[in-house]
């Protein structure tokens, strides 16, 4: 008896095209989010206003609220 040739399902064709997506993003070496518009807005700013850029940054990534726990009960 013949074996059946396994068609390829949708997902295999979307998963092919997503991986080869990737691939051409990776390329780039991950440049794709810092492009050149953010090099043309940092190099029209002043150092005082970079650092003051660079410090909101820092407050924003440090001082989130914490996650409020939930009690356990028992």
């Excluded at 850029?53 to 001082?63: G, N, Q, T, V």
């Amino acid at each position: 008896m013949a074996k059946k040739k396994k068609r390829p399902s949708p997902t295999d064709a979307f998963r092919k095209w997503l991986q080869e997506h990737y691939r051409a993003i990776g390329a780039k070496g991950g440049k794709a989010a810092a492009g050149k518009g953010v090099k043309k807005r940092l190099a029209a700013m002043t150092p005082a206003e970079r650092s003051a850029l660079a410090r909101k940054a820092a407050l924003a990534r440090w001082w989130k609220a914490p996650a409020k726990r939930k009690k356990k009960r028992g």
